[in-house]
C-alpha cells in the first residue's frame, strides 16, 4: 500500500515535498514512479527512481526542477518541487512495481497511492 502526503497550496516560485510512504516490507524491492494528472488533461509521468536509488529519470517538463529520491530505510520516497509553476498543478500519484527499474508509462505500475493535490498560485 502507497500513501502520498505533502501536496497543498504554494505561489509560483516556491517549494513544495511531496512523500510516498510504502507499507510492507518489500518497499526496497520496488521501482517507483511520480505521475501526475492536471483537470482535464491525461494522467502523465514526472519523475523515476530505481530500486536502488541509482537511476532516475525526469520528464523535460520538470527537469532541473524537481528531485526524486528514497530513503530504503524508511519505506518512502520523496519528491522534492522546487521552481514551482502554474502548470505544476495537479494531483500527484506515487506509483510502484516490483522489478528493479520500470519506465515512464503508467501500465508498467502495478501499484499505486491514492494522489496528493498540489495548487500552485500566481
Known amino acids: 500500500q502507497l500513501q502520498a502526503s505533502g501536496g497543498g497550496l504554494v505561489q509560483a516560485g516556491g517549494s513544495l515535498r511531496l512523500s510516498c510512504a510504502a507499507s510492507?516490507?518489500?518497499?526496497?524491492?520496488?521501482?517507483m514512479g511520480w505521475f501526475r494528472q492536471a483537470p482535464g488533461k491525461e494522467r502523465e509521468f514526472v519523475a523515476r527512481?530505481?530500486?536502488?536509488?541509482?537511476?532516475?529519470d525526469y520528464a523535460d517538463s520538470v527537469k532541473a526542477r524537481f528531485t526524486i529520491s528514497r530513503d530504503n530505510a524508511k519505506n518512502t520516497v520523496y519528491l522534492q518541487m522546487n521552481s514551482l509553476k502554474l502548470e505544476d498543478t495537479a494531483v500527484y500519484y506515487c506509483?510502484?512495481?516490483?522489478?528493479?527499474?520500470?519506465?515512464?508509462?503508467?501500465?508498467?505500475?502495478?501499484?499505486w497511492g491514492q494522489g496528493t493535490l498540489v495548487t500552485v498560485s500566481s
Open positions: 506509483a510502484a512495481r516490483g522489478v528493479p527499474v520500470t519506465g515512464r508509462n503508467s501500465y508498467e505500475y502495478d501499484y
Open positions: 510492507g516490507r518489500t518497499f526496497s524491492i520496488l521501482a
Open positions: 527512481i530505481s530500486r536502488s536509488g541509482g537511476l532516475t
